[in-house]
Structures are given as structure tokens and as C-alpha cells.
């Protein structure tokens, strides 16, 4: 099993910024993908950005103000959330895709931290 523990959420002024940090751990093999979701109110979950071997992507709504960076020696995601929007309050969930040491490729979910963007 691999579990994933999340941090860095909280109450910002829109302007202000937030750093999430998202570590992986358990019987991991190897790790595909890190990266987050989000989900508002009376929203569908949508990917917020993730991090491959091969690069980084974003979504088109934070793109320029968001950025994902990953330490794979601690098996670690963080998302920098910079100049925040009060449409950008949702709950953040981290996400990892691994290949586990006994089941193959696997997914799994943070506990999800509530980021909210208001004066």
C-alpha cells in the first residue's frame, strides 16, 4: 500500500500564494506520475498539473501562475500557486501513479487539502 500525505493548504488573500507538498510512501517500485486535481463546489474534478519523466503540463486556468515541481529522491510533489484567484479555491488532491512492488501499476489519492482564495 502507498500512502500519500498532504500539506499546505489555507486561507489566502487573492494576490497572495500557497505551496502544496504531497510525500509518497509505502512499497513503491518506481513512480510514473505526480501531480494534483482539484474540485470546487458543484464542480467536476479536473486535473490541475502533473509531472512525467517525459515533462510538466497545466492546466489552461493555471497556466503561468501555477508550478509543479517533484523531488524524487523524497518521493515528493509540490505545487507553487502564485498570484491565486478566488476561483482557484477548491480542494486540492495529490495523486501519484506507481508501479507498486506486488500489484503492477497502481493509483492512489491524497486526503485532499482545502486551499481558499477570498478578502
Known amino acids: 500500500q502507498v500512502q500519500l500525505v498532504e500539506s499546505g493548504g489555507g486561507l489566502v488573500q487573492p494576490g497572495g500564494s500557497l505551496r502544496l507538498s504531497c510525500v509518497a510512501s509505502?512499497?513503491?517500485?518506481?513512480?510514473?506520475?505526480m501531480g494534483w486535481y482539484r474540485q470546487a463546489p458543484g464542480k467536476e474534478r479536473e486535473l490541475v498539473a502533473m509531472?512525467?519523466?517525459?515533462?510538466?503540463t497545466y492546466a489552461d486556468s493555471v497556466k503561468g501562475r501555477f508550478t509543479i515541481s517533484r523531488d524524487n529522491a523524497k518521493s515528493t510533489a509540490y505545487l507553487q500557486m502564485n498570484s491565486l484567484k478566488p476561483e482557484d479555491t477548491a480542494v486540492y488532491y495529490c495523486?501519484?501513479?506507481?508501479?507498486?512492488?506486488?500489484?503492477?501499476?497502481?493509483?492512489?489519492w491524497g486526503q485532499g487539502t482545502q486551499v481558499t482564495v477570498s478578502s
Open positions: 509531472s512525467t519523466s517525459g515533462g510538466r
Open positions: 495523486y501519484v501513479d506507481v508501479v507498486t512492488t506486488n500489484y503492477g501499476n497502481q493509483k492512489y
Open positions: 509505502g512499497s513503491m517500485f518506481s513512480i510514473n506520475v
